[in-house]
Every structure is written in structure tokens, then in C-alpha cells.
């Protein structure tokens, strides 16, 4: 055999094997995005667990705010409804300002603050916000690695050919900056 022949399997092999570590690769990436999306859907989901909890004992409590009470529900039900995140992180966003009427209640009713249960829901509420911020940050890191990573020459050529997309980014806050 000649020498070329020899030269053209080898740049072959290594071309073959630079396309199989960047599709790895980049399924890892996509891997690591579904796993942090699935954090913020735990979160999402034990959040919208306590909030009829946490309304059904304020209403007890503020009868002339049952206008802020409903305001709650219906953004707790638009965010559940919510596809794609990031208009389920812009339905959140709502649904938390909803949230930080209810908490001027805790602070307007000193009865309500004083209630045990609404105290013990609002304590869990304020702990899954927490960590539903810890799994947004991870989330969008996770986005952006792989974005970026799929955005990049010569990966960008093999993502197209795979059909690997862009992920989304969850915005909950009303930052433009956030997605960039």
C-alpha cells in the first residue's frame, strides 16, 4: 500500500474520532440541561404545592383580600399552564409578585404572622424559594455551557447536523442581560 493511502485512514480515524468525542459531548451538555430543568420543575412543583396551603389560611385571616388571594391562584394556574422556560420563567415571575402580596398580609395582619401554620408555610415557602433560585443559577450555567458550546466552530457544524438546538434559558427575572 502507499504511504497516502496510509496518511488519508489515519486523518480519517482521527476526523472519526473528533466527531464521536464532540457528539458526546455535546449529548453530556444536553444531559446536564434536562437534569437542571428537572431541579427547577421539583422546585416549581413544591412551590405550587404550598401556595394554596398558604392562601387557604390567610383567607381565614384578610376576607377584604380575597381580590389579592384570587390574583394568587390565577398566576399559580397560568405558571402551571406555562410551556417553554422562558415563558414559564416569565409566568413565575409573575406568580411572585403575586407572592410578595401575600407576604405584605403575614406583615398588614399580625394575627396571620402569629398563626402557626401560616408561619410553618411560609417558613417552607421561603426555604424552596431559595433553592428554587439555587437551581435557576444551575440551570441557566448549564444553558450556557452547552449554548455556547453548540454555538462554537467546528461544533456548530456537527449540531446542526445532529439537529442539537438551543436551550432556553429560564428567566425569572426582568433582566434583558439574562439570555445573553
Do not use: C
Request: charged content about 25%; glycine content about 4%.
Amino acid at each position: 500500500m502507499d504511504a497516502w493511502v496510509y496518511v488519508v485512514i489515519a486523518v480519517g480515524a482521527v476526523l472519526l474520532l473528533v466527531v464521536v468525542l464532540v457528539f458526546n459531548r455535546m449529548i453530556r451538555l444536553r444531559n446536564k440541561v434536562k437534569r437542571a430543568w428537572k431541579d427547577i420543575d421539583v422546585q416549581l412543583k413544591l412551590r405550587h404545592q404550598l401556595i394554596p396551603l398558604l392562601v387557604s389560611t390567610a383567607e381565614g385571616y384578610s376576607l377584604h383580600e380575597e381580590q389579592t388571594l384570587e390574583k394568587v391562584a390565577r398566576m399559580r394556574a397560568e405558571a402551571e399552564a406555562a410551556s417553554g422556560a422562558k415563558e414559564r420563567g416569565y409566568r413565575e415571575l409573575s406568580l411572585a409578585g403575586a407572592l410578595s402580596e401575600v407576604f405584605v398580609l403575614r406583615e398588614r395582619y399580625p394575627e396571620l404572622k402569629a398563626d402557626t401554620t401560616f408561619e410553618r408555610l411560609f417558613q417552607e415557602l421561603v426555604t424552596v424559594e431559595n433553592h428554587l433560585a439555587a437551581a435557576r443559577k444551575y440551570y441557566n450555567g448549564s444553558v450556557r455551557i452547552y449554548n455556547t458550546f453548540i454555538q462554537s466552530f467546528p461544533q456548530l457544524v456537527l449540531a446542526r447536523l445532529f439537529f442539537f438546538r438551543p436551550a432556553e434559558y429560564f428567566q425569572h427575572e426582568e433582566d434583558p442581560a439574562a439570555g445573553a
